[in-house]
């Protein structure tokens, strides 16, 4: 019996026979061999110019100093933050809010490098009917938007999920840019148990990352990558930071995979810290060995930039812990900075709770906490021992949505 092999070549199919079926192996290994090259040839996924443009926004909303305001909370999590201050939730009272931090003096571009919104909050106007993204731009900072569409059910895990999102993504991006974003954010979330997180759910939310990060920058949106490990549980430190480094180094493999631009991104983890349930408390200093060193492992150099999220810490807790991470004597080859939404506002809400008289007083807090974290993003803020109670509360809430 004569057989015939076909094996894909740089230059075309090629077609060869044998009376021996010993040659089998040999042809199925030219065979793989040969399509693994073809496989890897390098398609550029971005003109030169797109990725001056990416590298340069990037490198702006984490310049020395500064930070991201994530003022993307959606409308039902807003709601939340309202009613804590027996305040209603209405477009008008989250407008209003939003203004009152927009419209901050124009030295919080010292310390702000960029805002993200919510889609709501992206085409609102201030009272003079000024739009939210002109407001932010006038004062030199970067305007950014929430991409995600929130979180679907993995069947067959323990309460698991990935993204929703994708679908019409490139049509969104467009518009936004158009509409003034320059970045976007995408959260996907995973949790720690004795069961999880899978490697199902590892790989799902890594690639759906990947693919958001890859449709962001054709249309000229740096991505803010984030892969967001809840806090709840009772694990300790060293659990939080094996598991910081499986879903870091699989989400920079699926972004090599999917030819994204490092330089042309940002990166939006959770420090690494112990279950909030855990009986043993942790030092910012031993929070920041772990946090660096976990990204050390697993984060590439040609990253310009990764923004914390504070994750239910206080916003004191938020602060020192960042500028311990500053501080570690490990390389970080990085900026570390801070993205922060509960943890730059708690003070300032409470302050304004809901009176248009006190619109000074919740500026005040504002940029106070904005200027302390723009002081612990170069590792220079020092407890004083005079924060307010608001500052040291508690932020934490169990499987947090935004």
Not at 320 to 346: D, E, H, M, V
Not at 353 to 373: L, V, Y
């Amino acid at each position: 019996t004569e057989l015939v092999f076909f094996a894909p070549t740089w230059n075309g199919i090629y077609k060869a026979t044998s009376g021996r079926e010993e040659d089998l192996e040999q042809w199925v290994s030219l065979c793989v061999s040969s399509r693994i090259a073809i496989m890897t040839h390098q398609f550029p996924a971005l003109t030169p110019e797109q990725k001056k443009a990416l590298s340069g926004i990037a490198q702006r909303i984490v310049a020395p100093g500064k930070g991201i305001l994530a003022a993307d909370e959606s409308v039902g999590t807003m709601g939340s933050r309202l009613q804590r201050i027996k305040v209603e939730n209405t477009e008008e009272n989250r407008r209003a809010f939003r203004e009152i931090l927009f419209s901050s003096d124009a030295s919080i571009n010292q310390s702000i490098g960029g805002v993200i919104f919510f889609h709501e909050t992206l085409y609102q106007k201030d009272s003079s009917g000024k739009p939210f993204p002109d407001v932010i731009k006038d004062k030199g900072i970067v305007v950014g938007i929430k991409l995600d569409k929130g979180t679907a059910p993995l069947a067959g895990t323990n309460g698991e999920t990935t993204i929703q999102g994708l679908d019409g993504l490139a049509e969104r991006c467009a518009q936004y840019k158009k509409d003034g974003a320059d970045f976007g954010k995408w959260r996907a979330v995973l949790k720690i148990t004795d069961t999880t997180p899978s490697t199902l759910a590892i790989q799902e939310n890594a690639n759906t990352l990947a693919r958001y990060a890859s449709i962001c920058q054709q249309h000229g949106l740096v991505p803010i990558v984030e892969p967001e490990i809840l806090p709840d549980g009772d694990h300790d430190l060293q659990r939080c930071q094996y598991v910081t480094e499986k879903v870091l180094a699989a989400v920079y493999k699926a972004l090599n995979d999917h030819h994204v631009y490092l330089e042309g991104t940002l990166l939006k983890p959770n420090m690494v810290t112990a279950g909030h349930s855990c009986p043993k408390k942790y030092t910012p200093q031993e929070v920041a060995m772990a946090t660096v060193t976990a990204l050390h492992r697993t984060v590439p150099a040609a990253v310009p930039g990764i923004c914390f999220l504070s994750g239910g810490q206080s916003e004191e807790e938020a602060s020192l812990n960042l500028s311990a991470i500053n501080q570690c004597p490990l390389p970080k080859p990085w900026k570390l900075t801070f993205s922060y939404g509960r943890a730059l506002q708690a003070s300032a809400l409470a302050a304004w709770s809901g009176k248009p008289e006190n619109k000074k007083a919740t500026q005040e807090a504002f940029c106070k906490r904005a200027q302390i974290n723009g002081l612990a993003s170069k590792g220079q803020y020092i407890v004083s021992g005079k924060s307010d109670a608001a500052a040291k509360q508690s932020l934490f809430t169990a499987s947090y949505t935004y």
